[in-house]
């Protein structure tokens, strides 16, 4: 593997890097790195979790010119999440430079954007509706950028917003350099590819397609509203040392977490909203075992490294086989067995196939444990803990108390209550989970509906008050309950 110093990369970059505990390039990096430097287009297909975030963030930042106070590069992202997590990552590559990136996207107050974008910030990174909004208030000019970068454009393209990205292409300057992002290479993207881009050089990489051995995967159908109950029976079942529960949004990862904590299970979320000292919290948390679940999405989760972690759970589907693979692979790591779980509900039995097709696993359908398995489980561990405790002596300073009460009720009805106070309580308090659209749902409606809710124009943001989102419930189609 090629390091970095070898890449000619300047040096207050090269201390970014090692401060982020990185020395050799990712394959992306190694291929994509030094052609983007030379100026040339590129068009890299690679999946997410290579490390392409860093192979078009320190191109452009060897471009940049501090002494200009306006916006000389923007990277236009599907979600306000990746928006915010390539801006992040763009400013620690950016530590030691005196550049700044920032991030805007919908859900946020415009007038707040506005006044971070008369500071004079060199780097944006923003979804499109959102950059075209503030295009046509004439808050943010292109004329002047020197490098555009086109992430994760087939999802963008999935999402309904290849208009809106040839709009804000045709506000860039025709000579700047543009560097294209995309898992697949569908003809729209060509097509885009041949419009705004001179001469590209295709750096491509094969995804990782096999998973490991050490990792046994299942898969269980359940609708979406019965998901969180059957988590947690799976949780008392297996009763995992270390947890990684993987959700689709941002959204998703708060609620879990919130719910998980309510019933009494020991979580912290991860996602792009956390600044890099949370993030950090978060991950010494769990890596020093005062919580036993991370809940986290694809974007948050890339770079993950924790020894231990025994299960894998995939809340939400993934998108597509390489995120399941590089979700998967947190799990059964140096010669460890792991389990990895996934739900799916019945219209999406589909991508489990295509899943197992592209990763070349099998995953194995199983029964949704009953009630009386979690509580049998739940019990168990209750008594382990006991028998734990008994075997340690750590019981010596309530004897007195304990001759007490045995002098007044059944030795057996007393262990009894001791077993329930250890089995955690909680189980029972009530939590309900708004509901995700799956992100390739096939009925037309949902799909409309979705294209609807992600091209919001002016102050209709995804989501959130005056456009599309408040209020509205996805309607479930499974009648069918647990």
Same mark, same amino acid.
């Given at each position: 593997?090629?390091?970095?110093? =070898? ?24 291929? &994509? ?41 923007? &990277?236009?992202?599907?979600?306000? =999440? ?9 400013? *620690? ?11 805007? #996207? ?37 004329? /002047? ?21 040839? *709009? ?25 590819? =041949? ?29 979406? /509203? ?15 040392? !270390? ?21 009494? #299970? ?33 974007? &948050? ?101 304990? +001759? =007490? !009460? !045995? ?5 057996? &009805? ?25 992100? #390739? ?21 995804? +989501? ?19």
């Amino acid at each position: 593997m090629t390091t970095f110093h =070898e890449m000619g990369i300047s040096e207050s970059i090269q201390r970014a890097i090692t401060d982020m505990g990185f020395e050799e390039a990712s394959p992306i990096q190694e291929k &994509a790195i030094p052609v983007a430097l030379t100026g040339k287009d590129i068009i890299g297909q690679a999946q997410t979790g290579t490390g392409k975030t860093a192979a078009f963030a320190i191109p452009i930042l060897e471009k940049i010119d501090t002494s200009k106070k306006y916006v000389q590069a923007i &990277a236009i992202a599907p979600t306000r =999440e990746l928006a915010i997590q390539v801006s992040e990552e763009i400013n *620690r590559l950016a530590k030691y430079t005196g550049i700044t990136s920032l991030p805007i #996207y919908g859900g946020q107050s415009i007038d707040r954007q506005i006044k971070a974008l008369k500071k004079g910030p060199h780097i944006i990174t923003g979804t499109p509706g959102r950059l075209l909004d503030h295009i046509k208030r004439k808050t943010l000019k292109l004329d /002047r950028i020197s490098v555009v970068v086109l992430d994760e454009a087939d999802e963008m393209l999935d999402m309904g917003f290849l208009e809106d990205i040839e *709009r804000i292409l045709k506000e860039t300057p025709e000579d700047k350099q543009t560097l294209l992002f995309s898992a697949t290479m569908p003809k729209p993207i060509q097509n885009l590819a =041949e419009r705004f881009m001179r001469d590209p050089e295709l750096v491509k990489m094969k995804a990782k397609e096999v998973t490991s051995p050490t990792v046994e995967q299942i898969y269980y159908e359940v609708n979406e /509203r019965d998901k969180f109950e059957v988590l947690c029976r799976l949780l008392d079942v297996y009763n995992p040392e !270390l947890a990684v529960i993987f959700g689709r949004t941002k959204r998703r990862v708060d609620e879990l977490s919130d719910a998980l904590n309510k019933r009494g #299970y020991l979580a912290e979320g991860l996602h792009g909203d956390l600044n890099q000292r949370q993030r950090d919290v978060v991950m010494n948390k769990f890596r020093e075992g005062n919580i036993d679940i991370l809940v986290a999405t694809d974007v &948050a989760a890339r770079g993950i490294d924790v020894s231990g972690v025994t299960h894998v759970y995939n809340f939400d589907i993934p998108q597509d086989p390489e995120s399941y693979v590089h979700r998967i692979g947190r799990t059964g790591r140096a010669g460890k067995t792991g389990l990895a779980i996934t739900f799916a509900t019945p219209r999406e039995i589909g991508q489990i196939r295509s899943i197992e097709k592209a990763s070349k696993g099998r995953i194995q359908r199983k029964p949704i444990p009953t009630v009386a398995e979690a509580k049998e489980s739940i019990q168990r561990v209750a008594l382990e803990k006991m028998v734990h405790l008994v075997e340690e002596e750590e019981y010596k300073e309530f004897k007195q108390s304990a +001759g =007490e !009460l !045995l002098e007044q009720y059944d030795a057996i &009805a007393l262990v009894s209550i001791a077993l329930k106070l250890l089995s955690k309580e909680q189980r029972d308090v009530p939590v309900q989970l708004t509901s995700e659209t799956p992100r #390739y749902a096939k009925k037309p409606k949902i799909k409309v509906k979705e294209k609807r809710r992600v091209n919001y124009k002016g102050n209709k943001e995804f +989501g959130r008050k005056g456009g599309n989102g408040k209020n509205k419930k996805t309607p479930n189609p499974h009648k069918k309950g647990l």
